[in-house]
């Protein structure tokens, strides 16, 4: 039976289907057919091997003419990962069968195979973020001038703008679509080199096969041999482990501004969505929860990516066959995440009412950073600190508006009259650069935006 991760009772909270069918056992199989196919053509080009014998394993290459069940068993009997494999390929190849898996080696098979799943994976991670950001154009832009309390250390600060908040995501998944296409320039590349590198088995032939197979296998051929050089897939699990820190600062964010206390924003809720078993009023943000629960696993697995890369000598598969269970987790763990956060960023429930009314609470408190700076053109920026910290702690303390405050004191009213003083405590009056914030970065992420109807 399948466990937590594949099990159909939690199976749709750690993953999605459409990455899973990536890397099932049938397209594991499939990608290894289509790296002996290659292979094949590409010395029956080169003139090593018979037209028709590559041709032949090319017409059997497909993964639904084999038995998986009985190759597993096949690995678990004979300790080997591939040789169940090419001996059913070899069989339904007849005669060209004595062909198959020429002058290769295991992790030729191996590393190519994963690599054409990567790529597919990697396609549906980027056009989920860039998806997301098209979501999130929406709300910098609608929110543009929204004024809220910006946060910091857990505590108000000054005005910012719900756009300006959305806007410094956007920016940052904006970076992450550019790691993630030099990632493909990176990782996406095939691996053809023979027991050690030097692909010596092939002789005279070795390079004429290396050029004819990249173009077979659609990939491009390294710089070199990478068998115990595992830096590619370290800085990809790197980037898919940033995205996901990402994400899951977004989440944070929602799910804390979601907080009964605050109500600034909400997840959308489903009409057969239940908030708690036995607190009816709760509307628990559930989508953020689960997701941070993935985006923790994801990023706890960059480590462990890091240590693959410590390989002795050529090769050795105590450390890259850790690969084989890591990478369909990072990449499952990954997209269950994106998918959770997919729900709550696609119609994100914001009020403005309650950010207009948090932005307040503070008597006008959150906008002393205004009054100071009014205040420091007359009195230098050290007496007017010291004058707003002690008008600050007395409107806190009893209570009252900062304006009221203020007011009353004859030194601030030597300098700053009424009407300046309420324009100073104004917190639409302290909002800075925010607007162009948002416009900067929307007016650069416009293009990497996935634009699909909700």
């Given at each position: 039976m399948p466990t937590t991760l594949d099990c159909y009772i939690m199976r749709n909270i750690?993953?999605?289907?459409?990455?899973?069918?990536?890397?099932?056992?049938?397209?594991?199989?499939?990608?290894?057919?289509?790296?002996?196919?290659?292979?094949?053509?590409?010395?029956?080009?080169?003139?090593?091997?018979?037209m028709e014998a590559a041709a032949k394993i090319r017409?059997?290459?497909?993964?639904?003419?084999?038995?998986i069940v009985a190759i597993g068993k096949g690995v678990e009997t004979g300790r080997h990962s591939l040789m169940p494999s090419i001996r059913a390929l070899s069989e339904a190849a007849g005669d060209a069968g004595k062909y198959v898996h020429w002058g290769t080696t295991t992790q030729d098979i191996i590393d190519t195979g994963v690599v054409l799943q990567i790529r597919d994976a990697l396609d549906i991670i980027e056009t989920e973020v860039r998806t997301q950001i098209g979501f999130l154009l929406e709300l910098a832009k609608r929110y543009r001038d929204t004024a809220m309390a910006g946060r910091t250390h857990w505590q108000h600060a000054v005005p910012i703008t719900f756009g300006m908040k959305v806007a410094l995501w956007i920016d940052?998944?904006?970076?992450?679509?550019?790691?993630?296409?030099?990632?493909?320039?990176?990782?996406?590349?095939?691996?053809?080199?023979?027991?050690?590198?030097?692909?010596?088995?092939?002789?005279?032939?070795?390079?004429?096969?290396?050029?004819?197979?990249?173009r077979r296998v659609g990939l491009p051929l390294p710089s070199a041999p990478w068998y115990n050089v595992r830096d590619r897939f370290g800085e990809m699990v790197s980037t898919l482990g940033m995205i996901a820190a990402t994400f899951e600062r977004i989440c944070l964010d929602t799910g804390l501004l979601s907080a009964t206390e605050i109500g600034e924003v909400s997840e959308p809720q489903t009409k057969t969505q239940v908030g708690s078993s036995t607190m009816p009023q709760k509307v628990n943000p559930i989508n953020g929860e689960r997701a941070i629960a993935n985006f923790h696993m994801v990023r706890g697995l960059v480590p462990v990516m890091q240590g693959i890369m410590v390989v002795p000598h050529e090769r050795d598969m105590s450390t890259t066959a850790t690969e084989w269970l890591l990478l369909p987790q990072v990449f499952i763990l990954l997209d269950g995440g994106l998918s959770l956060a997919h729900r709550i960023l696609v119609d994100l429930q914001v009020y403005p009412e309650n950010l207009a009314r948090n932005l307040r609470i503070t008597g006008g408190g959150i906008v002393a950073e205004?009054?100071?700076f009014g205040l420091a053109q007359h009195l230098g920026r050290t007496r007017a600190?010291?004058?707003?910290?002690?008008?600050?702690?007395?409107?806190?303390?009893e209570h009252r508006p900062l304006f009221d405050v203020l007011k009353e004191n004859a030194e601030i009213r030597r300098y700053l009259d009424e009407d300046e003083l309420r324009e100073l405590v104004d917190p639409e009056n302290h909002l800075g650069l925010a607007g162009k914030v948002v416009d900067g970065v929307v007016a650069r992420a416009e293009a990497l935006a996935v634009k699909v109807a909700k």
């Open positions: 750690f993953g999605s289907d459409r990455m899973r069918a990536v890397f099932d056992s049938s397209r594991l199989l499939q990608g290894w057919l289509d790296v002996w196919a290659a292979l094949a053509e590409a010395e029956a080009e080169a003139g090593l091997i018979p017409s059997v290459a497909r993964a639904e003419n084999f038995d940052e998944l904006s970076r992450h679509v550019e790691r993630l296409q030099r990632c493909r320039e990176q990782v996406l590349v095939c691996q053809l080199s023979g027991a050690a590198g030097t692909f010596a088995s092939l002789g005279e032939y070795a390079e004429t096969v290396q050029q004819a197979f990249s205004a009054v100071m600190h010291e004058l707003t910290i002690e008008m600050a702690g007395k409107s806190h303390a």
